[in-house]
């Protein structure tokens, strides 16, 4: 990964002071490189691990970084530095968007600053101004060294984020401060104020349902394909990250068909339902398989270490991940994920709109909770204006009804929570994911509902693909592993645990064995002791919010969560954790 920052102050003892802070605090991890450099009022600090991709270019008047695998063409070609201060002269009424997983910037002394990232917005892309002066960078928590931007809580950031577990129109937690929108490239110059140009929308309204479903699983296979042939290069073993889940498995398959080797990584137990389908996955394609029980004991510092560099960005549930960089060092630099593969096709029913708008988003809170948490008199009108704006933003993402709830989900909740892991584990390994691929985006945009629902094409694939893969246990978060085909006997073992779920639950071992309900428990050791760390700054936030609501949403850490799904029902409860951290930095 890269954690960078950007200053454009013509104030030079400013801006030095400024660069001198920074590059002592920008490594969020140890054994990170730093490197820097300027041009005129321009200078940029980064810290990468040592294996990261970056091209930098620079002269006496202009500069150029690429962090990441920027993919211009259609075929494997990587941009690098001097090829993107080509591709985004100031000339360009839109600089080109490019596939792959990275952020990049350009500047000019004459013409400004020019800056972007990958099609989803997954690599985030922060920045504030104030009169002649830029900051720019993959955290906003640099900025606050900088004395023309003290820290300040955004009342409007602080309700989009609780409401739709993302930042919410680009207004971050800090006042000032915006994060780049999905599909849009930053153009800023000392003599205008920033301006965000769309540079890459989600292809339109999905084809009917004209073709059969044996064409459509046909081309969703060839573009995965493709995709896999565009962003994994072939130089050497793969690093994978593989659960014993669809997405993953099915990327397997299409690294070992193409004859490449494989070292795949797996969080977990070795008695996960989770693990145990990764196992067989990775022994039945040959891979070096590395696992790895990510301690609990070490989750408050990875929640410091979100709410720190993250800033409730990308919610507050998988800060779990932190820990994954360590063992992604001992894969190759870069490693294929699957991250965000389902985002149209994983889910199992529609979305209910008007659910959506009041909050019900899966991991927002309701506005009907905010309207009691938040002080009246502190938050005046804001709430309601948020309301107004979330219904034109969720309109306005589609002319057809049935496509708004993913395409609003896919630029804020899914672009934050699943989205934004990849960042924290590039500081072990870099990601390669193939959602950030404009044909397969293509696809699962344009594709029929009906293809695509209940990862019915997914499983197609894997049947048709790789039957090898497709009869082996099958992870699906829950304590059903049946495999997609399965023998009868299996189907026969599957019945009779169905019949017999009632009794055996009661003598199922203690120790939870499906992986994501153990890591997300809000009542499991790690997110307890969590909890216990951020109840020290409880009272920093009696100003912002009504203290007995809040006491009802988060319980004192010795406190059981009264919730039917300790997972679904606790998302809302760990941001306002993650905010109850943050403020210990910047609540007074």
Not at 320 to 337: D, N, Q, T, Y
């Amino acid at each position: 990964m890269a954690n960078f920052v950007v200053i454009v102050d013509p104030d030079a003892d400013r801006r030095r002071q400024f660069l001198q802070r920074v590059r002592e605090k920008i490594a969020p991890v140890d054994g990170l490189q730093i490197e820097s450099f300027g041009v005129g009022n321009f200078a940029v600090v980064w810290a990468t691990y040592d294996r990261a991709t970056v091209s930098s270019i620079w002269s006496t008047t202009s500069a150029a970084v690429i962090w990441g695998d920027a993919i211009p063409g259609p075929g494997p070609e990587r941009l690098d530095a001097a090829g993107l201060a080509d591709a985004w002269k100031p000339d360009k009424t839109v600089p080109p968007s490019f596939d792959g997983f990275y952020a990049a910037l350009r500047y000019d002394v004459h013409q400004g600053l020019t800056a972007g990232c990958d099609l989803l917005g997954f690599f985030p892309v922060y920045y504030a101004t104030s009169s002649d002066t830029l900051l720019l960078g993959a955290s906003p928590e640099l900025f606050t060294y900088h004395p023309a931007f003290p820290p300040k809580v955004s009342l409007e950031g602080l309700t989009g984020i609780l409401l739709t577990h993302a930042v919410f129109e680009g207004r971050a937690l800090l006042s000032g401060v915006r994060r780049l929108r999905q599909g849009h490239i930053l153009v800023w110059s000392a003599r205008s104020r920033p301006r965000e140009i769309v540079q890459y929308t989600l292809p339109a309204s999905p084809r009917a349902e004209a073709g059969s479903f044996e064409s459509d699983v046909d081309e969703l296979n060839s573009v995965l394909a493709d995709a896999i042939d565009r962003h994994v290069p072939r130089d050497g073993t793969q690093g994978l990250l593989l659960s014993g889940g669809r997405d993953s498995r099915l990327l397997a398959g299409y690294l070992h068909e193409r004859g490449d080797r494989m070292h795949a990584l797996t969080l977990g137990s070795s008695s996960d339902y989770e693990m145990i389908s990764a196992r067989a996955v990775a022994g039945a394609l040959g891979c070096v398989h590395q696992t790895m029980e990510l301690d609990d004991a070490i989750l408050p510092a990875n929640a410091r270490l979100q709410a720190k560099w993250e800033h409730l960005g990308s919610g507050f549930s998988s800060v779990h991940m932190w820990g994954a960089i360590a063992p992604l060092r001992e894969l190759p630099s870069r490693f294929v994920s699957g991250y965000n593969m389902e985002s149209r096709s994983g889910e199992r029913k529609p979305f209910d709109g008007q659910g959506l708008l009041t909050g019900a988003m899966r991991r927002g809170i309701a506005i009907s909770q905010l309207d009691r948490l938040l002080r009246a008199e502190v938050f005046d009108g804001i709430v309601d204006e948020m309301r107004q704006r979330l219904s034109d933003v969720y309109n306005a993402s589609s002319e057809i009804e049935a496509e708004r709830p993913w395409r609003f989900l896919m630029a804020h909740d899914w672009r934050a929570h699943a989205g934004g892991v990849p960042w924290k584990l590039s500081f072990g390994s870099w990601p390669i994911l193939p959602i950030l691929d404009r044909k397969v985006i293509a696809a699962i945009a344009t594709l029929p509902a009906s293809t695509l629902a209940n990862r019915r094409a997914q499983d197609a694939i894997l049947r048709q693909q790789f039957p090898a893969l497709a009869r082996l246990p099958l992870d699906r978060n829950s304590h059903d592993t049946l495999s997609l085909l399965p023998s009868s006997a299996e189907r026969a073992r599957h019945s009779i645990a169905r019949v017999m779920e009632p009794v055996t639950s009661r003598f199922r071992r203690r120790r939870e064995r499906r992986y994501y309900h153990r890591v997300y428990d809000i009542d499991g050791p790690g997110w307890r002791a969590v909890r216990q760390r951020a109840e020290r700054h409880r009272e920093r936030l009696a100003d912002l919010f009504n203290m007995d609501v809040l006491a009802e949403m988060v319980p004192p850490p010795d406190t059981r969560v009264d919730a039917a799904d300790k997972v679904r029902d606790s998302f809302g409860m760990k941001q306002l954790i993650g905010f109850m951290l943050w403020s210990g930095r910047h609540v007074s």
